[in-house]
């Protein structure tokens, strides 16, 4: 199957700073990508939709301006969590849909852990 | 998206076929049936995907009855490392289980094998 990839795979950081993570399609082209997060012992929640070339669209209650998604390539997508603070807490995953092939699957990155101190 | 209804929890043996069953009451006419997994501090791995009848691959089996309001993912012979969280994703749109769209990710299943 197709390949994502993450990096990082875990940071950790102060408190204020920012964090970016970036998400890779590694041999397909991924017009859209998705950005979910996920807290301990529960299930993946959506947080955006990653455009190439055109703005992320948000979940309702994702802060915006508090997680900047960049769609800047078809085959990259970055998060990046701007102001930390130890409840951004969380393992960070991303998705890219594989529409090649005349399929349409969604193939899932290994996750970043983060963790604010 | 259709709401999707799985058992919390699972426990088995090594060797044995495991079925996992996913209620999805008000699916649709475009909807496919999307089964992943996922282990702990990984992202969730595609297994199978289907749409009716009967779907099969390497790892598993997907039996969807032909008023397609539930699903079975079967694994046969399951082994200690396939213990993991397994997602059923029901979605509009073509074979992604969620279309144009993220996926919505219920609890998922909690299946523990044991030697």
């Known amino acids: 199957g197709a390949v994502v990839s993450q990096h990082p795979s875990r940071v950790i950081c102060k408190s204020g700073t920012s964090v970016k993570i970036e998400c890779r399609s590694l041999?397909?082209?991924?017009?859209?990508m998705f950005w979910y997060r996920q807290f301990p012992k529960q299930s993946l929640m959506l947080m955006a939709t990653s455009n190439e070339g055109s703005k992320a669209t948000y979940e309702q209650g994702v802060e915006k301006d508090k997680f900047l998604i960049n769609h800047a390539s078809l085959t990259l997508s970055t998060l990046t969590v701007t102001s930390a603070h130890p409840e951004d807490s969380s393992f960070y995953i991303c998705s890219a849909r594989d529409q090649g092939r005349g399929k349409e699957t969604q193939y899932f990155g290994p996750g970043t852990r983060l963790l604010v101190l | 998206l259709a709401k999707t209804t799985q058992p919390i929890s699972m426990d088995s043996y090594e060797g044995q076929e495991v079925n996992i069953t996913c209620s999805h009451n008000?699916?649709?006419?475009?909807?496919?049936i999307t089964w992943y997994q996922q282990f702990p501090s990984q992202g969730p791995r595609f297994i199978i995907q289907?749409?009716?009848t009967k779907v099969t691959n390497e790892v598993a089996s997907l039996f969807i009855p032909a008023d397609r309001k539930s699903s079975t993912l079967s694994l046969p012979r399951v082994s200690l490392s396939d213990t993991a969280v397994y997602y059923c994703l029901v979605g509009d749109g073509l074979y992604s289980g969620g279309g144009a769209d993220g996926l919505t990710f219920g609890k998922g299943t909690h299946l523990i094998i044991q030697p």
């Open positions: 289907g749409y009716k």
């Open positions: 008000n699916i649709a006419t475009n909807d496919y």
């Open positions: 041999d397909f082209q991924a017009t859209t």
